[in-house]
């Protein structure tokens, strides 16, 4: 599995992420991408099998999709590349499985964290996901993310 850089599409896991979410059928996309954000939750917790790099991209996939989240967040090669996954609605439930993965990843001992942020918490990495979390807390908080 490779990395090319902090961003949260920028490694293989989330490469792959996105080309499958691209392949569903939309009513399939939701579901698919909450199972992963739910498991992203319980990491440390209990034995749970998902990659940090896929929560992360997932979360951020999830903000990308709500109103004007898109326009907001990552670079034009970021919003083009994932533009084909992106759902073409989010409810609450999953916009807050999203923030509450987000949240998650920034706790200490999991790969993510531990790669991108305890050193530079001040990142891209860091930087990137806070965005990501910032345009769902908006979306929840019932503005539209603009």
Do not use: C
């Not at 009513?27 to 209990?46: C, S």
């Not at 999709?65 to 990552?74: D, K």
């Not at 990501?132 to 539209?144: I, M, N, R, S, Y």
């Amino acid at each position: 599995m490779g990395t090319w850089g902090p961003g949260p599409f920028d490694n293989d896991a989330a490469d792959e992420l996105l080309e499958e979410v691209a392949e569903l059928a939309e009513r399939e996309r939701a579901p698919y991408l909450k199972q992963i954000l739910v498991d992203g939750a319980l990491i440390g917790m209990e034995d749970v099998d998902v990659f940090p790099d896929d929560v992360i991209a997932a979360a951020t996939l999830v903000a990308m999709s709500v109103p004007h989240g898109l326009s907001r967040l990552g670079d034009e090669e970021d919003r083009e590349h994932a533009a084909g996954s992106v759902l073409a609605d989010v409810d609450r439930a999953l916009a807050s499985a999203a923030l509450t993965a987000l949240r998650k990843m920034f706790e200490p001992g999991n790969h993510w964290y531990d790669t991108w942020v305890d050193d530079e918490p001040d990142g891209l990495a860091a930087q990137s996901a806070r965005a990501a979390a910032q345009v769902l807390t908006e979306f929840l908080a019932g503005g539209d993310a603009s």
